[in-house]
């Protein structure tokens, strides 16, 4: 039995044909509306200028006065010179001059027997580290050089110790660290000068209490005479947070 379709006309024999040619024309027409563009068009008002003359008053013209010349500068009388002859010798005065010179001149004759040399004694500050003879702490008498420097340390830091009290604002706002203290025992073993720094104010001012508590000392020596010493402790404040 023969098909009864013409196989001249069937559809799906050419259809990867139309199928190219159908994206074919998508693309350029996806191409066109990409490449297509539109520009705005701006309104443009067009305003009359409309120029008005101005109006130009005229200013007359007015005749300048002229002023009168100024007067002439008074004429200057000449007076009548008359030469009268002398009559009387003049004695001329002389001035003899008040300068001095070598002739007159005072040499005072100065000996040194009679030039008196005063000592002015300076205040020296020396540092304890380098001080030949330390101050004396009491209860430190009658020691070494280097035993007498050992103990004035040792009861440096007892001192410290005994008084030593954590102030309550500083536990309170919770500070805490280390504050070194500079401070000098003068000529009469006392201390005096004491200088802080610290992380607070709070913690300073604790510190230089306790160093102000310092009892009288004998002062230090250099080359046998009383000097100032300098010193420094640091006092450091630590909480344990519990």
Not at 112 to 138: C, M, Q, R, S
Not at 186 to 205: F, H
Not at 207 to 219: D, Q, V
């Amino acid at each position: 039995m023969k098909p009864k379709k013409n196989p001249k006309l069937e559809i799906g024999r050419n259809s990867s044909l139309y199928f190219a040619i159908g994206l074919n024309l998508m693309l350029l027409l996806s191409w066109q509306m990409l490449e297509f563009k539109t520009y705005e068009n701006d309104v443009v008002s067009i305003d009359v200028l409309e120029v008005v003359s101005e109006f130009e008053e005229e200013i007359p013209v007015l005749d300048q006065v002229a002023l009168p010349p100024p007067p002439p500068p008074p004429a200057v009388l000449q007076e009548n010179l008359q030469i009268v002859e002398d009559v009387e010798d003049v004695e001329e005065t002389i001035i003899e001059s008040s300068e001095t010179d070598q002739s007159d001149a005072i040499v005072e004759v100065i000996h040194v027997e009679d030039v008196e040399v005063v000592e002015i004694e300076e205040e020296v500050e020396v540092a304890f580290a380098v001080i030949e003879d330390v101050p004396v702490f009491p209860g430190c008498e009658g020691l070494s050089k280097s035993k007498s420097k050992e103990c004035f340390q040792k009861k440096m830091q007892e001192h410290v110790v005994k008084h030593f009290s954590y102030p309550a604002a500083a536990l309170d706002l919770g500070i805490q660290g280390r504050v070194s203290i500079i401070f000098t025992i003068d000529t009469q073993g006392y201390v005096a000068g004491i200088r802080s720094r610290g992380p607070d104010k709070i913690l300073e001012k604790e510190a230089e209490r306790i160093i102000g508590l310092l009892p009288k000392m004998r002062p230090g020596k250099q080359r046998g005479k009383p000097v100032k010493v300098s010193y420094a402790v640091p006092i450091f404040f630590k909480y344990q947070e519990g």
